[in-house]
């Protein structure tokens, strides 16, 4: 079974949102990455103004720093040797993350609960059966320190 055994997770799906909240998912992961040679999504759901109103063509001070945390965050997994990919989403956080964890073929949502409240009311809020019934992918839930 050497060499070619398949990992319990492949691709992990980190969601996050910006805050120092992050950081326990962040760190978390990292070491479960590692253990189970999984790839890594980093996705950040932005909800600001311009992102809700614009989408992907949204040009705001606020998707310039979302945009640039997120490469800083990628560039952290790729340094322990993790792969990782970022993405930035728009629109209903939701939505997002099934469109996301179906898009990418992730095996594991990841994501702190406190910080970003529309983000923890998807899994522990009215949207959480919604998508728990969208996916069938295990979340992992951290509570940050």
């Not at 055994?5 to 590692?34: C, F, W």
């Not at 792969?83 to 728009?90: K, V």
């Not at 990418?104 to 949502?109: A, I």
């Amino acid at each position: 079974m050497h060499g070619s055994e398949a990992t319990m997770y492949n691709t992990i799906l980190v969601t996050l949102d910006g805050t120092p909240s992050d950081r326990a998912i962040i760190e978390h992961v990292k070491q479960l990455a590692k253990l189970a040679h999984s790839s890594v999504v980093l996705l950040h759901v932005a909800d600001g103004w311009a992102a809700r109103t614009y989408g992907p063509d949204a040009v705001s001070p606020e998707i310039a720093e979302d945009t640039a945390y997120l490469e800083k965050v990628r560039a952290e997994f790729q340094s322990i040797d993790v792969p990782a990919q970022a993405e930035l989403a728009y629109g209903e956080p939701a939505n997002e993350i099934i469109k996301w964890v179906k898009q990418k073929g992730c095996d594991l949502v990841a994501m702190s609960t406190h910080g970003h409240r529309f983000l923890a009311d998807v899994f522990l809020g009215a949207t959480a059966t919604r998508v728990r019934h969208s996916i069938d992918v295990p979340v992992l839930l951290l509570k940050a320190k």
